[in-house]
């Protein structure tokens, strides 16, 4: 592999480590922050409702600056906002500041995010072609799903207990502290390779030239825009999955208060995006076709989805768990290796920011509906539902498949035939 490639996996892996850790680091104790700042439950969950409106507002508007403007200076433009967010979070707590500041700083801070998605995946991608890399993207993405799993594991942990040894306040001074390393990292080795942003025309005609290629590409791309229909209904029960089973667990476990028990959840989910990652490879050998791969994760996750609401069982239920967190992990790198084969490099960031717009707004959909379910008729029930939400997924994945895309096949690479040369040798 050529040097600069690696140069350009380690800048990504780097940029994945800090960005994942910097935000997981207050995941444990964000609630408890809220709460202590003088909030009631309701402006809690609200404000975080708000972070997630942020992202669904700005999602494509930042795709676009990336496309025009770059993407350097799209994830540097994000991180800034982030780092900024987060120290206006820390000065709200410190003054206990009305529920409309919390609502304010939480759409700045998923305005902050909507800078990093779509912008860093764009520019591995365009960076690495740049660069004479002849190795899968899968692999890639693979090793970025297990560096974000450990970023996740640690950070959730090591918040909660520097929150533990001092107040709640520390683990955000830590993650603006992060923060401003990322900025660093980023100006210093994140270069756009292999893509020009259009810096020569005026700012409304390059805005048009980006939305309307990314329509195109995105949209009006039949196998691409499948995928992305199936986004809100994967997404959307994905984060009700995740956020529920920590009340969910503890129900199963018999004491509302164990609270160590309800962390189990994050836990999970961060060795499962661990494996899951590891195995991609392995993963990659299994089938033909990348839809093969998405179409088959799609049933089981709604199989996996479904048993989550009918076992009983607290030591099943976190079998299950995991099983559905890998499976998510696997398939992951395959659909972002699937979709990234079919954009156009100028569009990239901005086709990518609307897929993670369709996922946004089908958590936006999806959370409080099955909150719902969940209330009126508890937490089995609610998972039951959301797997039959997930199933209207598969479908879109099926359709895909029928499109016969040219990144849908999975060819062997140099990578995979020397394992495979050395396992005929080894037999």
């Known amino acids: ?20 850790l910097a935000a997981s680091f207050i995941w444990g104790i964000n609630t408890l922050f809220l709460l202590d700042a003088g909030l009631s439950n309701t402006e809690a969950f609200a404000a975080n409702a708000f972070f997630t409106v942020g ?14 403007r770059g993407r350097r200076f799209s994830f540097m433009l994000g991180a800034g906002t982030f780092l900024l ?49 002849t190795g899968n993207l899968e692999s890639v ?92 209904f994967t997404v959307g029960v994905g984060f009700y999955a995740f956020y529920a089973l920590q009340p969910y667990l503890l129900e199963l476990w018999g004491d509302p208060n164990a609270y160590s028990i309800a962390g189990l959840a994050a836990a999970i ?15 990659r050998r299994l089938f033909t076709r990348r839809t093969h791969a998405l ?19 607290f030591w099943l239920a976190i079998i299950l768990l995991a099983s559905w967190a890998m499976v998510f992990a696997i398939e992951a790198p395959m659909r972002q290796a699937f979709i990234n084969g079919l954009i156009p490099s100028e569009q990239r960031a901005t086709v990518l920011s609307f897929d993670s717009l369709m996922g946004s707004a089908g958590g936006v959909l999806a959370q409080p509906a099955l909150g719902r379910t969940a209330d009126l008729f508890g937490y089995p029930a609610s998972y039951v539902a959301a797997a039959a939400i997930q199933a209207v997924a598969v479908p879109f994945a099926v359709l895909a498949r029928r499109e016969n895309a040219s990144s849908d096949p999975i060819t062997p690479d140099a990578a995979d035939e020397e394992e495979a040369a050395a396992e005929e040798l080894s037999a």
Not at 1 to 20: D, F, G, H, K, S
């Open 1 to 20: 592999m050529p040097t600069e490639a690696r140069t350009v996996q380690r800048t990504y892996l780097a940029l994945t480590l800090l960005t994942t």
């Open 55 to 68: 992202q669904v507002i700005f999602e494509v508007p930042t795709g676009v600056v990336a496309d025009t």
């Open 85 to 133: 967010s987060t120290l206006l979070y820390l000065l709200m707590w410190n003054v206990n500041a009305p529920f409309l500041g919390w609502a304010l700083a939480s759409i700045l801070l998923g305005l902050g995010f909507t800078f990093f998605s779509g912008a860093t995946e764009a520019w591995l991608v365009d960076a690495l072609k740049a660069t004479g890399f």
């Open 141 to 232: 993405f693979g090793r970025a799903q297990v560096v974000g799993g450990v970023a996740m594991l640690t950070g959730s942990v090591l918040g909660g207990v520097v929150a533990q040894l001092t107040d709640l306040g520390v683990p955000y001074i830590v993650r603006a502290a992060m923060l401003g390393v990322t900025l660093g990292i980023a100006w210093w080795f994140m270069h756009d390779l292999g893509f020009t942003p259009e810096r020569g025309v005026s700012p409304t005609t390059a805005v048009r030239n980006v939305v309307n290629g990314a329509v195109d590409g995105g949209l009006r791309n039949p196998p691409v825009r499948w995928l992305m229909l199936a986004a809100p």
């Open 269 to 283: 989910i961060a060795g499962a995006q661990i494996l899951g990652g590891l195995l991609v490879p392995v993963a």
């Open 295 to 313: 179409i088959l994760g799609g049933v089981l996750n709604v199989i996996l989805v479904a048993l989550l609401g009918w076992v009983p069982s």
